[in-house]
């Protein structure tokens, strides 16, 4: 089972960091296809072996997280994200799932393009635009309404001049502008967009609307919220072209299955002849009467499904094989390429994971080569070509030493990737710092990589404690290559007001391995403070829930070496809290704080309405009921989770006995 659970973890670890890359720094790391095979393997093993199924897993996951430097707003419905769909069998499959809800037979589908922008809600009140709000987590979004005011096919009033109108959709921008905006970076020495979402993100998340003014992002809208009104999707997608939304000429009725694949052939035919890009065509029930029949899992409606495109595969010429070093010391092999057009973009550098991954490919540098790029992400190289130039060439052979410092590489027992393990390694050294000052860590603004490089290149910094004395050097900053006084000064501002942040982000940032954000908030709300934490055994880090024996022995082993310590003690000296102070508005209840709860059943209200208000408590809300589960909220209609807390002896609550409890 240890070896599951470690997959399961693994898994995990990989898919929350592909998250964050794709959905809040708009550089995604892995394509689609890689993506999805992780996570559908993922969903396989959580299904099978229920007990490790947990709260924080990507599979119960909508989307990516809410940027701090937007002010929240909180979806009326939540912004769900669909399944996937891969091919005519599991389009089939879906349609038997909808057959076991509804004994009415007698439905059809409307099948779309599926635009590859960013999520968003917008809110109309008597008419006129109130709110443009992002997806963000599919409970709360961002307030981009500045922003999305500038998109000109979005009108700022319509002909429904009701209290209350919700109106979705996707902001994209077109393959046109995309190489307009990107040569201009270009020119001014810029980093260009990955692709037009990445670029159109990016645009929506400007805090100057003038620049996505600049940029010209586009929308299409596909859902009307008030089912109410209308029967059907079709229906509602009509209102909305009468009230001058833009709305895909592309998307079509289907009475069957067959019809649905035919139209999809139908659209990725058309694919390449578009000025926007698709990844995928999205089928949903065209009669909303039947939503709430066909119903829901946690993250999905089970009426729609997304087809997603098979991965584009182009062949070139490996021209290089080289290695690169993160904060972990983690080495990444990576493929220099002879340009090659893929998925709308030029691609020169590929993904070589490991050197396992090269190995067993037999991968040979001057040789051709497959290489895959879905979804427009960062691409992969799959496989050689073995015609006659390829026998002729050296087998490759792994990197011994680290590429940036020319230590010896280590390989950790029963893993396949190598690692620098000298902590002096300057990209190491920077890369750490790089995740110290991220958005969930420190949230220090101004610190970019480039930044970061620029400092250490001038020996201003040289691990996290040196950040909080560059206040001693203001005047020497100002002066190095663009930084100049205004900059200097918000970056100050930045690095002096993270010195009050909670304990956890500062505990999250100091990048012990397998320590991510969760954990690191799970060892604050139990601990405290990090004096309290560095105290502890093995056994007692072991004993907390959702703390393993691998991120027991990970913060224990951090803690044993004195050069931590030591930067623990500096941070100290600057005045960096190092205890943790709760989130804003958090309540005390003694019954509550700190206990483990499974909610089930039908309530009075939303699960998620007592989900936020348990974690107001400062409890922990976690999926699976097992031993270690506090309490039980369950209401009717339980069902399998009640059973398993009666047999377990976990404590059960009715909605009354829990509101008694917290006073209300």
Not at 194 to 213: C, E, F, H, K, V
Not at 396 to 403: G, L, Q
Not at 445 to 472: A, T
Not at 522 to 529: C, D, P, R
């Amino acid at each position: 089972m240890k070896e599951i659970l470690d997959k399961i973890n693994k898994l995990k670890i990989d898919l929350n960091k592909w998250g964050h890359a794709y959905y809040v720094l708009d550089n995604p790391i892995v394509d689609d296809a890689e993506y999805d095979k992780s996570l559908n393997e993922l969903i396989k093993l959580e299904k099978e072996y229920p007990e490790f199924l947990t709260s924080d897993s990507p599979t119960q996951k909508v989307g990516g997280v809410v940027m701090e430097k937007f002010e929240k707003y909180k979806h009326k419905l939540p912004m769900l994200s669909l399944s996937n769909a891969f091919n005519k069998e599991d389009l089939l499959n879906f349609d038997d799932q909808i057959l076991k809800e509804i004994e009415n037979k007698n439905y059809n589908f409307f099948v779309e393009p599926k635009i590859d922008g960013l999520s968003i809600s917008l809110i109309y009140k008597n008419g006129n635009l109130f709110k443009g709000v992002t997806r963000g987590d599919g409970v709360y979004g961002e307030d981009v309404t500045s922003n999305v005011k500038t998109i000109k096919s979005i009108p700022l009033s319509i002909s429904d001049k009701s209290d209350y109108v919700e109106i979705r959709g996707e902001v994209f921008l077109s393959k046109n502008e995309f190489e307009k905006i990107n040569k201009q970076r270009q020119n001014n020495d810029e980093e260009i967009f990955a692709n037009p979402r990445n670029a159109a993100a990016g645009t929506l998340r400007q805090l100057d609307s003038s620049i996505a003014a600049s940029r010209k992002l586009d929308a299409f809208l596909y859902y009307f919220m008030d089912r109410e009104k209308f029967h059907t999707h079709s229906d509602s997608l009509k209102y909305l072209e009468e009230m001058d939304f833009k709305v895909n000429k592309l998307g079509k009725i289907c009475n069957n299955i067959e019809e649905v694949y035919n139209h999809i052939q139908f659209i990725q035919e058309q694919r390449e002849k578009l000025d926007y890009e698709i990844d995928g065509v999205v089928i949903k029930i065209n009669d909303f009467d039947l939503y709430e029949k066909v119903g829901y899992t946690a993250k999905s409606p089970k009426w729609a499904i997304a087809f997603k495109f098979p991965a584009e595969v182009k062949e070139t010429k490996l021209k290089n094989i080289f290695a690169t070093v993160g904060r972990t010391g983690r080495i990444t092999y990576n493929a220099s390429l002879e340009p090659v057009q893929i998925a709308g973009t030029t691609v020169q550098a590929a993904t070589l994971h490991n050197a396992d991954f090269i190995i067993q490919r037999d991968i040979r540098i001057g040789g051709k080569v497959k290489i895959k790029k879905a979804g427009d992400i960062i691409p992969e190289v799959i496989s050689p070509i073995e015609d006659d130039n390829y026998l002729k060439l050296e087998k490759w052979i792994e990197d011994k030493v680290c590429p940036e410092c020319n230590s010896d590489l280590e390989r950790v027992e029963g893993e396949v990737d190598q690692y620098c393990i000298n902590s002096q390694c300057p990209r190491k050294i920077v890369r750490g710092l790089e995740h110290f000052v991220s958005r969930d860590a420190m949230n220090i603004e101004g610190l970019s990589i480039k930044i970061i490089e620029k400092l250490f290149e001038n020996n201003f910094i040289k691990n996290v404690g040196d950040i909080y004395k560059l206040n001693k050097y203001k005047n020497d900053l100002i002066k190095l290559d663009k930084m100049g006084e205004k900059s200097v000064n918000n970056l100050l501002d930045s690095i002096e007001k993270s010195k009050n942040n909670s304990f956890d982000k500062l505990f999250f940032g100091l990048g012990i391995r397998h320590v991510g954000k969760k954990t690191a908030k799970t060892l604050a709300i139990n601990f405290k403070t990090i004096d309290k934490i560095s105290a502890l055994t093995f056994e007692d880090l072991e004993q907390v829930n959702d703390v393993g024996p691998i991120v027991a022995k990970s913060v224990c082993d951090w803690f044993a070496i004195k050069q931590n310590n030591d930067l623990i003690e500096a941070l100290k000296q600057e005045k960096v809290n190092m205890t943790y102070l709760g989130n804003e508005g958090t309540k005390n209840n003694d019954k509550i704080t700190l206990k483990s709860f499974v909610i089930t059943g039908t309530l009075s209200k939303p699960r998620n309405h007592f989900r936020d208000l348990l974690e107001e408590y400062g409890a922990k809300v976690i999926d699976t009921v097992s031993k270690k589960t506090d309490f039980l909220l369950a209401g009717k209609e339980a069902g399998s989770k009640l059973e398993k807390a009666e047999k377990l002896g976990v404590k059960i609550l009715t909605e009354e006995e829990f509101l008694e409890m917290i006073g209300e």
